[in-house]
């Protein structure tokens, strides 16, 4: 819980000293929702969810004949649990073996960072892991995992590219998912080449990249995982969808919050698809192996506000 408190410290600079200060006294006003408004928009908590939230503040406002601003606080904080609980699934992964899991995400969002983290993070819950150097499109991507590899005693398949004809990012996986099979492993973490959603040959690859995987073991990828940067704010929601549409995401990794002031990104991410939202599984709170927790709706909102 430390960690998460430590993380979000950006977040609850801005958006908790706001808060603070507009909870501090006085009564409950039209004035009071219109600034609350503008500092849910500001932490890029979006409109939708801005919106929804006012409106239970308004209901429980209502309902328990509240008057005081220091009286919303509280109430603010359920309103926004209430919200983001619905994101909180963490991973069944007792039912596959190996559970395959695909790591996507645009360059530079934290996707070979995480793949790490989340490599320590089942090591230590004592699962043996493997990981599928699938990112064939940057040469750097392939070292980077195989050094983290080493270093840690991890097992990457990593065959050794071609220069004049990169290897097929499929036939890598494919390649994995047999050796994790054959030695008895727990976890495959197969990463993937970064992806501008607007590069749609690209976005076709990934496809036939999970349809390959399904070859090798048919109901896998188990979890196909996006890793989105909190950074991007409201970009992060139109990446969900993107993805969500080419390949049918199941699971989000959040990471950059320590360095950010935009947490309330989480709940635009939670009202995007009301009926089906994807499950948060992990937050990236830092750069070092360990800055990685599993999703808590209540730690994160109390980590928030103080
Ligand atoms: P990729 O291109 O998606 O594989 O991104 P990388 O894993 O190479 O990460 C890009 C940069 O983001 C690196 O400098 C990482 O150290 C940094 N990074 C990744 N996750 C986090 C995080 O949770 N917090 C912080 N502060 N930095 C992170």
Do not use: C
């Not at 496809?207 to 950074?231: F, S, T, Y």
């Not at 599993?294 to 109390?302: G, I, K, Q, S, T």
């Amino acid at each position: 819980a430390d960690k998460v408190r430590h993380g979000l410290s950006r977040t609850r600079q801005n958006l908790g000293k706001q808060l603070s200060g507009l909870f501090g006294g006085g009564k409950i006003d039209e004035a009071l929702y219109e600034e609350l408004e503008t500092i849910l928009l500001t932490a890029d908590t979006g409109v939708n969810a801005t919106n929804r939230l006012l409106e239970d503040l308004r209901k429980q406002v209502k309902r328990d004949g509240l008057s005081d601003a220091a009286q919303l606080k509280k109430a603010l904080q359920e309103a926004l649990i209430t919200m983001l609980a619905p994101l909180e699934q963490p991973l069944d992964m007792t039912k596959e073996k190996p559970f395959v899991i695909m790591i996507t995400g645009v360059n530079g969002v934290g996707k070979t960072t995480s793949i790490g983290k989340l490599a320590k993070y089942f090591q230590s819950e004592g699962k043996s892991v493997l990981l599928a150097a699938g990112d064939t499109f940057r040469a750097a991507a392939r070292e980077q995992l195989i050094v983290w590899g080493e270093r840690n005693n991890i097992a990457v398949i990593a065959p050794e590219n071609d220069p004049n004809n990169r290897n097929d990012p499929a036939a890598v996986i494919f390649d994995a998912v047999n050796a994790a099979k054959a030695r008895n492993i727990d976890v495959v973490l197969a990463d993937t080449a970064g992806r501008l959603t607007t590069q749609l040959h690209l976005m076709e690859e990934i496809k036939k990249v999970k349809r390959v995987i399904a070859k090798a073991m048919p109901d896998a990828p188990h979890e196909v995982l996006l890793v989105l940067d909190a950074n991007t704010g409201q970009n992060a929601v139109a990446q969900v969808k993107a993805f969500d549409e080419a390949l049918g995401v199941t699971g989000l990794v959040l990471t950059k919050l320590d360095g950010t002031a935009k947490g309330g990104v989480i709940a635009a991410i939670a009202t995007q698809h009301v009926e089906n939202p994807p499950a948060l599984r992990f937050l990236g709170v830092g750069e070092g192996v360990d800055d990685l927790r599993p999703f808590d709706a209540r730690e994160f909102v109390e980590a928030i506000f103080d």
